[in-house]
Every structure is written in structure tokens, then in C-alpha cells.
């Protein structure tokens, strides 16, 4: 039995995201947008303003 992270799950979504009409990503409180940003690992995307909950972070 496989277990994915949120991690994995975040960077499958981005490698797929053109057959998949993707505008954006957005998972532990990082983004990715498939119009500004570069296929990376999920740890090099884009850092979020912090906003004091798990919640409204994407945890």
C-alpha cells in the first residue's frame, strides 16, 4: 500500500498540470501558478504571507 504526502500530492498536480487546466496550486503555505513559475520541487515554490492558522496556511 502506497502513502502519498500533501507534498507529493502538490507536485503531482503541478507535473499534470496542463492535461489537467490547472491555474494554480496552492499547499503548505507555498504556491505554484503554471503562468509565472518553473516545474520544481514543492519545497522551491513560492513562500505565502504567513496567516496564523493551518487552516487559511493550506495545511
Not at 15 to 30: E, R
Not at 35 to 57: C, G, P
Amino acid at each position: 500500500q502506497a502513502t502519498l504526502s500533501g507534498d507529493d500530492i502538490a507536485e503531482w498536480v503541478m507535473n499534470h498540470a496542463s492535461a489537467n487546466n490547472v491555474k494554480y496550486v496552492i499547499w503548505g503555505q507555498k504556491i505554484w501558478n503554471p503562468s509565472r513559475d518553473k516545474v520544481t520541487a514543492w519545497k522551491n515554490w513560492r513562500t505565502m504571507e504567513d496567516r496564523k492558522s493551518i487552516t487559511q496556511n493550506h495545511w
